[in-house]
């Protein structure tokens, strides 16, 4: 059974820092590229971050460079997302996902949200 269990989530005032966690199992890790979603009411779906460990490829939403990280530890199959500097406009449920191969923007496998609330 695949599963993408992702925690970490809260609530938090605006300039704070929040650190997600994704941790996987039930399908080949090093197969996958790993992306965090968000979807806030009212907003289109966006994806923030993308790793492939495979070849250190990271990709970040203009939205949110050089205030999120995203990082893999492969031996615990797990991803984090450190977000720094939040904003209001942070605020949506965010979702771990896996695309296969590469960060290609459509996940095979989804994972439940997290919320993430940032007030200001």
């Known amino acids: 059974e695949v599963q993408l269990q992702a925690s970490g989530g809260g609530l938090v005032q605006a300039g704070g820092s929040l650190r997600l966690s994704c941790v996987t199992s039930?399908?080949?890790?090093?197969?996958?590229?790993i992306a965090w979603f968000r979807q806030a009411p009212g907003k289109e779906r966006e994806e923030v971050s993308c790793i492939r460990e495979s070849d250190d490829y990271i990709n970040y939403a203009d939205s949110v460079k050089g205030r999120f990280v995203i990082s893999s530890d492969n031996a615990k199959k797990m991803v984090s997302l450190q977000m720094n500097s939040l904003k209001p406009e942070d605020t949506a449920v965010y979702y771990c996902?896996?695309?296969?191969?590469?960060?290609?923007?459509?996940?095979?496998?989804w994972g439940q949200g997290t919320q993430v609330t940032v007030s200001s």
């Open positions: 039930g399908f080949p890790f090093d197969d996958y590229a």
């Open positions: 996902t896996a695309e296969h191969y590469y960060c290609s923007g459509v996940p095979n496998y």
